[in-house]
Structures are given as C-alpha cells and as structure tokens.
C-alpha cells in the first residue's frame, strides 16, 4: 500500500464547476498535511496547509479526518487557472523532515 | 519569483561527466532538500539537510553526492549518471512553522537533466 494515496485523475470540469479532491494516508502517526500545486514543467508550490479543525482559503477548502486518515480538498467556482496537478502532502510527525507526495491529481478546468 | 534559486535551469551530460546542480536560499531556513521528480510522478526525496549536517539519505547512489557548504548554499554533485537519472531535480528549503509546528517547504524552479 502506497503510503499516500490520491484519485487517479484526470478530472476535466467546465469553469464554475465544484470539484473534490480525496487523498489517504498510512501512517496513523502523520502530523502535518499539505495541500500542493504543480503547473506542467514548474516547481510544486503550497496552496494550503491542512488543519484538524479544516480550513478554508477563498475557494479552496480543506479538510482532515484522523480517524480515517483522509485528506480532502474542495474547488468551489473553478477558474481556467486552477488546471494544474494537486498532490496531496504529508509529514510524517511533528517537525519532521520526511515528506511524502502524493502521485497527484490533474486537474482541467475547460471554458 | 522563487526564493530558492537553482542554478543551472538545464543541464545535459555524459554518463563520464562530472557536474554539480546548485541551490540557495536567503530566508533564513535551516532545512534544506534534494528531491528527484521524473515526468508524470511526484517528487521524491533524496537528502535533508538540518543546520548544514546531512539528516536524511533515501538510500541515494554515491553517483550523487550532496554537499552544504552553509545555510544558504546547497549542492549536489553528479558523477558517472545513468541515462535514468535524467530528471526534474528540485532543491527545497523549509521553516519550521509556529503555529502548527509543521515543516513548510518552498521549492526552487528545478534543474532539468539530461544524461545521455
């Protein structure tokens, strides 16, 4: 079992849609959880840092659930420039250095 | 622009060659990585450097060789590559963050390598 695990993706969605994003873990010891994003040939850069209580940055909303060791992501009201690939991140404790990406889902969001 | 600065953006090779991928960083970080990404995958994670000592090696060949000079600078040195070394290499640097004690990386642009 992959340690973190995404939706294969491709999702292709029409500007304006709502889209959701799902991502596990296994290790039940993870501290820290990210979300990132990755344009095509670019660096991948941080949209957003994941808290236990969820956590919402304009349309993007977040969400954790430890029990099940499930990440999630929401786009509300999608842009052209949200095409890229999400991955999913996660630390496995505290401080700790040992950062584990997802595969990564792609995103295309079609005029 | 980033703020982690790679040096070279491209870099095309012999499996004979010697060469040497660099990075720097002036936040004021006191981590800093190596990550391997190949096309269509994520990114993976060489070495980490905490306080210029080596804290993590993923079981990377000696054909890759890191080197960090001081907080800011880090390098990685290349000899004898294999054509599947070619890659999108990334350099990382990260702070500990307060609130949520978690390690925020930011990534430099990659330098993209060819080994032929």
């Known amino acids: 079992r992959k340690e973190v695990e995404q939706d294969p993706g491709p999702f292709n969605v029409p500007e304006g849609a709502t889209v959701a994003f799902n991502c596990t873990y296994s290790?039940?010891?993870?501290?820290?959880f990210f979300w990132y994003r990755q344009d095509c040939r670019k660096e991948p850069k941080l949209l957003m840092s994941?808290?236990?209580s969820g956590n919402e940055d304009g349309r993007f909303t977040a969400q954790l659930n430890r029990a099940s060791q499930y990440i999630s992501l929401l786009i509300r009201d999608s842009k052209l420039s949200d095409s890229a690939t999400y991955l999913c991140v996660v630390n496995d404790e505290a401080g700790g250095f040992k950062t584990i990406f997802g595969a990564g889902t792609r995103l295309f969001v079609k005029a | 622009d980033t703020e982690v600065t790679q040096t070279p953006k491209h870099l095309v090779m012999g499996m004979t060659n010697k060469k040497s991928l660099k990075c720097e960083q002036h936040m004021g970080h006191r981590a800093m990585y190596w990550y391997k990404q190949k096309a269509k995958k994520p990114p993976e994670l060489m070495f980490v450097y905490s306080y210029e000592k080596l804290s993590i090696n993923e079981s990377v060949p000696s054909r890759f060789s890191p080197e960090c000079p001081n907080s800011s600078l880090l390098n990685l040195h290349l000899h004898a590559l294999q054509p599947e070394d070619s890659a999108l290499y990334l350099c990382?640097?990260?702070?500990?963050?307060?609130?949520?004690?978690?390690?925020?990386?930011?990534f430099g642009a990659g330098s993209r390598l060819t080994v032929l």
């Open positions: 990382a640097s990260s702070q500990r963050d307060r609130g949520s004690g978690a390690n925020v990386l930011t």
């Open positions: 994941v808290y236990s």
């Open positions: 290790n039940s010891a993870s501290q820290s």
